[in-house]
């Protein structure tokens, strides 16, 4: 089965200051992937997806993520961090199911 | 969360008591998944359906049960609540046959004490 790892559990940025959170996958075959945030006390919203064609993928406010095959990874980034980007951030992928990893919570100094 | 509905949004149970939590989506789609959150270990799958009739274990299965007699509806049962079980519950569907993105429910709180 696929699964997805996420090795930094907490990362505390500057306002301002760029963001990259890190995601590894396990798959067969292509993956599609997925970025989700997730707010206190709130659902989960998508932030962006992989499927195929271009590896550099946008996605909404301000987000994006680089699909790397040789590396397994598919990393997001933000080139300048706004204090309300504080949240949980998500990878997933998808199969007929979707794992998701552990999760990378963000804090963001003033 | 358009479209995904759960109920209840919190319930405390006893311990070996059962109960169900309901999930409904009006979107017609085939794929819902169950999951669970708790604190650092992000979600973990528990059963998935891909249509009316077919349900698979996941991750985390064990203490749990869930039917699929109709599009709409994906319940979960816990048959013997144990305190391992308090948790986030999150039900979701799959956005069409080829995107995989998943629409979230607003979440059940379940504390078993």
């Known amino acids: 089965a696929q699964s997805v790892t996420q090795p930094d559990i907490h990362i505390t940025v500057s306002e301002g200051a760029s963001l990259e959170l890190r995601c590894n996958y396990s798959?067969?075959?292509?993956?599609?992937l997925f970025w989700y945030v997730q707010s206190p006390g709130q659902g989960l919203q998508l932030l962006l997806k992989?499927?195929?064609?271009?590896?550099l993928v946008q996605g909404i406010k301000g987000f994006e993520a680089e699909f790397k095959r040789s590396q397994s990874s598919f990393n997001l980034r933000k080139p300048s961090v706004h204090w309300s980007d504080a949240a949980e951030y998500f990878c997933a992928v998808v199969d007929n199911d979707m794992r998701f990893g552990a999760g990378t919570r963000l804090t963001v100094k003033p | 969360n358009a479209g995904v509905t759960q109920t209840p949004k919190f319930r405390i149970l006893k311990i070996g008591q059962s109960m169900t939590l309901q999930c409904t989506q009006d979107?017609?789609?085939?794929?819902m998944y169950w999951y669970r959150q708790d604190p650092g270990m992000g979600l973990k799958l528990i059963y998935y359906?891909?249509?009316?009739?077919?349900?698979d274990k996941g991750e985390v299965p064990n203490g749990y049960n869930v039917s699929r007699s109709t599009t709409e509806d994906f319940p979960l049962r816990l048959e013997l609540a144990a305190p391992s079980q308090t948790s986030v519950y999150f039900c979701a569907i799959r956005g069409g046959t080829n995107t995989g993105e998943l629409f979230f429910g607003e979440g059940s709180r379940l504390t078993v004490l």
């Open positions: 992989y499927f195929s064609g271009d590896t």
């Open positions: 798959y067969g075959a292509t993956p599609y």
């Open positions: 359906s891909v249509g009316a009739g077919i349900t």
């Open positions: 979107m017609n789609h085939n794929y």
